[in-house]
């Protein structure tokens, strides 16, 4: 009963793991893409006024 318990609870942080990772590796992506987009757009305006 107890090797049960152990294997469940390994069963259920495994899948824990796999849906927290990506969305993290996606979150972080994301907050990337914002920030560059950013300073994409301010070099865009600076080139402009030139």
């Known amino acids: ?3 049960l318990k152990v294997l469940l609870i390994g069963v259920g942080a495994l899948l824990a793991a796999m849906i927290v990772i990506p969305l993290t590796i996606l ?3 994301f907050v990337w893409l914002k920030l ?3 300073t994409d757009d301010e070099e865009m305006e600076l080139e ?3």
């Open 27 to 29: 979150a972080g992506l």
């Open 1 to 3: 009963m107890k090797a």
């Open 36 to 38: 560059t987009e950013e």
């Open 48 to 50: 402009d006024t030139i």
